[in-house]
Every structure is written in C-alpha cells, then in structure tokens.
C-alpha cells in the first residue's frame, strides 16, 4: 500500500452517483474559493442534465455518466478521488481511503447509494440489476436465452419486463397485482394488456453519451438459504441507474417474438434447482402432471412458493436494494434505521456530529409533511443531495434552513410501459388506512386517472398517459381546498377540470 498521503477539506463527499455529485455541485457553487472533494468507488460519476422544473414540486431530467475530469472541468475547485472510502472515523473527522489516502473534514456528507438485494447469493445464474456493469452482464446473457425468470414486483422488474424481447419471460410477483410499489391493482390492469402488444420502435435513436470502462463484472455472491441480502460487499460499486437504464442497450432473446410474459402472482421463490437436482427431485416423486414443470434441461430451475416450478436460462433478481450504510458504520455510533439506512433529521443530519446523508443511503426520519413520503428514487437523491449541500453550508456559517419546498409533496415523473406515469402525494393511500375514497377514470389504452380523497380532500393521484392533469392536482392537493361539493363530478372528463381550479 502507498504511504498514507493525508488531505484536509472543509467539504467531502461520499458518492459520484445523483446525490453526491448534486450535493458537490452545490457547495462549489456556494463556495468557489475552497476546495470540495468528491470521494467515490467507481471510474464514471453521474451528472444531472436538462434540469425543466415542469411545476412547483414535478421535475424532469436527463442524467448522463460522465468521467470525473467533466465534473472537474466545470467547478475548478471540485478535486475527485477514484477510491472507496474503508473506514470513516467520525471522532477524529476523517477517512481512510482503500488507495492509502487520508481524507480530513470539516463537514462530510454520504451519498453512497444502497445495493441490490438479492434473494439468494453466490449462485452464477441468478442476476442482480443495478448498475451499468451488471446491466451488460444482463444484457450479454439475454442475448442467447430462450426463457428467464424476473422475481420482484418494483420499478426495475416493471421496466425490464416490458423492455425484453425475443425471449420468454416468467415474472413472478408476491402480490395480486403487478408494480405493487408503484400501482393498485386497477392500474395494473390498465397496464397488464401493454405486455401482450409488440413494443413502439423508438422515433429517435439514443441521444446521450455514454462512457464505458473496462472494469471486470462484478461476480455473484454468497449463502443458499434464500434470505436476501447484500450483493457481495467486497465489490466496489458504480452508480445506481435509472429510469432509461435500457435506452441504448438492446435488450433481446433468440427467439422471433416481440412480448412473451406470463405472470405468476402471490408467490416467491421457493427452491433454486441446477439441472441434476432437479431431475433427481423429478425421479424421486412421480412425474409431474403440472404444465409449467418442463423436464428438457435448462441451465437452472427455479420452484415457486405456489408449486410451479420453471426451467430457465437464468434469473433476474429484482428485488430492490438496501442503503450502502454498512462501509461506515465500523467504530462509530450512526443511528440506523430499520432499513439499514443512515437516519438524517431535517437537515439531513446523521447522529454523529458534522456527517450529513443524502440519497438511498439515508432514512428520511423528521416528521414528513402529510403529502410526502420517502421512495429511494432518482429525483429524491437530487433533492436531497442538493438540500444536504444547503444545510452543511447553513450550519458552517450559522445560518438559519428550512426544510425545502420539495419535501412538501411527493412527486415523480417517470414512464412505465411506454407511458408517461405521475404520481402525487399519497398516491396509493399510503398510511391513510381505511380513512379514504378513491375516484378513478380509465380509457383503454390512452389513460389512467385514480384519485385519493380523505373527507372531500385529495389526497393523492396516479395519472398515467397524456392527462394533462398534473399541474391541477398538485395545487389540490398542495392547497388541501374542500372538493365535496364536486363528488364524483371531479373526474367528469366531460368538464374542463384545469379551467375550474387553475
Ligand atoms: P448511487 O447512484 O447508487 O450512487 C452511489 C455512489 O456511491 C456511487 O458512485 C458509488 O460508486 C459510490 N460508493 C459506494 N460505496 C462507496 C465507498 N465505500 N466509497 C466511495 N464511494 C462509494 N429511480 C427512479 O427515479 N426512476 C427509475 O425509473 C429508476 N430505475 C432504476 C433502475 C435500476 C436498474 C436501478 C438500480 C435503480 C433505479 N432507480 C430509479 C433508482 C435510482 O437510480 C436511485 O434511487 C438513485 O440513483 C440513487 O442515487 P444515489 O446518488 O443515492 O446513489
């Protein structure tokens, strides 16, 4: 190992993904006669481009991976280091870098993102998606299957089953309904007839630059008892992608057919079978009389927790990720939340002093607005990051901060199955129990519109297609004015709702 070389900053950072490079970005902009240093494991960081404030609270943007030097180049005084941090003592205000150096701060934030979660390790046919790395893997080894297995029922698993062509998909999710994070079951029945229609052809081929690295793929990782946990924590991560992960790869099987997905509902994995096993497990009950129980040999087996057992070429792990806490937690006293995640209150303040987080890896745990809610999205770690960079300036010159605007309501633009999808507030009546109505308007195939009301009020909206409604809705739902009178009149699409309330 080299000589410890130390280094002394008022400002570092943790984390080339969204929320750290926000975070960098702001403070260089705050205070361009110091030095701000970017820590962080992966050769490419992750810019945020194209920035439309499309209303008070929904934002729209492109994010493009960049190598470091670009960020350099913009902010003279931002100095990267490509190297993981391995150990953080928060005591002595400084870090130990795996390339030998010492890092020294005054204030430090984390933005280290989380990891995948995966329902079993170490086994070679089963795939986590998270970064660029593990999305080419994905893409190489779909290339040349037949038939794959996606288990999970988030934004990752939504995106990937309608992105996949020229290969059989079984999606197995554990509730009634599909993108159960995002949706209830009646937008998911809008969506379900999308994955039986072939896929758009894209009207303009891909825009943004990408970078590539020569970095080996990270291999799989350990223990066969079927709980999820970490992708192996010795590998040093890239950056977590995001909604247009697939846009330029082309994701496809061998097989002529545009969509082929069957859903498998309630149920999860129950036993990972190699070939042997399970021709071994077929002798030793009789043969089974079940359709989905194919004997040809495939490379891997997968038995599902409602008795159906598949052959596949291999499987995608979709099962969401866990905050990347763990690298700094060793002789410190951070206070984790459930999660794993690092708590920040609402200055994005970790428990020990002058460490602040932003991103996946922190837990929101101030008193939210009743509007809003924590979701480990991509617009939710360039808030925070950008926030966290405000507050450490903020207590460094012994300002006064409030909580930013942003984390009034909840907000996110996204798109799902070729269609544009906002979602608002309390969107799926999160924590409102039985206490509320929904309203819901459906055109096949063009749009969605579901509302939650508490007590004439609304509380929360899925919109998906052109509806056009966004900008009205978040001031209902920002102004929390009485819609009684309007009943179910609210989604009359026959009365021009903009007009009424604008
Ligand atoms: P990351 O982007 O994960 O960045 C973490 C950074 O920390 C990396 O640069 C890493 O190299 C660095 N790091 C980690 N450990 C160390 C260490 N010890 N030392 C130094 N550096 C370290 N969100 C959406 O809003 N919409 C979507 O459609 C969507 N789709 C997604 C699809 C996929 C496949 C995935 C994986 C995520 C998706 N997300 C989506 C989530 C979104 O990408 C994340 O919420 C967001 O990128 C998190 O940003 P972050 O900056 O907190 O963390």
């Known amino acids: 190992m080299a000589d410890k070389i130390a280094k002394r900053s008022k400002f570092v950072v943790?984390?080339?993904?969204i929320a750290g490079v926000t975070c960098t970005e702001q403070l260089a902009s705050q205070f361009p006669s110091d030095e701000i240093?970017?820590?962080?494991?992966?050769?490419?960081?992750?810019?945020?481009?194209?920035?439309?404030?499309?209303?008070?609270?929904l934002e729209d943007f492109d994010v493009e991976e960049q190598p470091s030097s670009i960020l350099e180049e913009k902010y003279p005084n931002v100095k990267v280091i490509q190297s993981a941090v391995r150990q953080l003592q928060a005591k002595e205000h400084k870090l130990q870098m795996e390339n030998g150096e010492e890092v020294h701060y005054e204030k430090l934030c984390l933005c280290s993102g989380g990891r995948p979660k995966l329902f079993?390790?170490?086994?070679p046919h089963v795939l986590g998606i998270r970064d660029i790395d593990s999305a080419k893997e994905f893409q190489k080894r779909l290339s040349e299957a037949r038939r794959i297995v996606v288990i999970g029922n988030g934004g990752i698993a939504l995106e990937l089953v309608y992105e996949v062509e020229g290969c059989e998909v079984?999606?197995?999710?554990?509730?009634?309904a599909i993108g159960n994070t995002f949706f209830d079951a009646g937008a998911a029945q809008f969506l379900i007839p999308t994955l039986d229609t072939d896929k758009p052809e894209r009207d303009a081929p891909y825009k943004r630059t990408r970078y590539t690295t020569d970095r080996a793929v990270p291999p799989g990782t350990s223990s066969t008892d079927g709980r999820v946990q970490d992708q192996n924590p010795k590998v040093e991560l890239g950056s977590a992608l995001g909604p247009d992960w697939h846009q330029g790869i082309k994701l496809r099987g061998v097989q002529e057919v545009s969509h082929s997905?069957?859903?498998?509902?309630?149920c999860e994995v129950q036993k990972i079978y190699t070939p042997e096993d399970f021709l071994l497990s077929q002798q030793a009950r009789q043969p089974s009389s079940d359709p989905s129980s194919d004997t040809g040999l495939w490379p891997v087996y997968i038995q599902l927790t409602n008795g159906k057992t598949y052959g596949c070429d291999f499987i995608v792990s979709a099962t969401g990720v866990r905050p990347n806490s763990g690298p700094f937690l060793s002789g410190n006293s951070f206070a984790v939340a459930d999660d794993s995640g690092l708590r920040v209150d609402d200055h994005m303040r970790t428990s020990e002093p002058d460490v602040y987080a932003a991103g996946d890896v922190c837990t929101a745990c101030w008193e939210p607005s009743p509007m809003w809610q924590q979701m480990r999205l991509w617009t939710q770690a360039?808030?925070?990051?950008?926030?966290a960079a405000r507050c450490m300036a903020a207590d460094l010159l012994d300002e006064p901060i409030e909580l930013d605007f942003c984390f009034e309501l909840f907000a996110h633009m996204t798109k799902f199955f070729n269609y544009k999808v906002v979602l608002l507030g309390k969107f799926n009546a999160q924590g409102l129990g039985q206490d509320h109505d929904l309203l819901m308007r459906c055109t096949k195939g063009r749009e969605y519109v579901k509302v939650v009301m508490r007590e004439g009020h609304m509380m929360g909206a899925v919109l998906i297609g052109e509806t056009d409604l966004e900008e009205t809705f978040e001031n209902?739902?920002?102004?929390?004015?009485?819609?009684?009178?309007?009943?179910?009149?609210?989604l009359n699409p026959s009365i021009d709702i903009e007009d009424y309330f604008d």
Not at 14 to 17: A, I, K, P, W
Not at 261 to 266: D, F, G, K, L
Request: proline share 2%; charged share 15%; no cysteine.
């Open 14 to 17: 943790v984390g080339g993904g």
């Open 37 to 57: 240093v970017l820590l962080t494991a992966a050769p490419l960081i992750k810019a945020v481009t194209n920035f439309k404030q499309v209303s008070k609270t």
């Open 120 to 123: 079993i390790q170490d086994n």
């Open 170 to 176: 079984i999606w197995a999710v554990k509730d009634k």
């Open 261 to 266: 997905v069957h859903v498998e509902y309630q």
């Open 382 to 387: 360039r808030q925070m990051g950008w926030y």
């Open 476 to 490: 209902l739902i920002l102004n929390q004015m009485d819609l009684s009178a309007y009943g179910v009149d609210l």
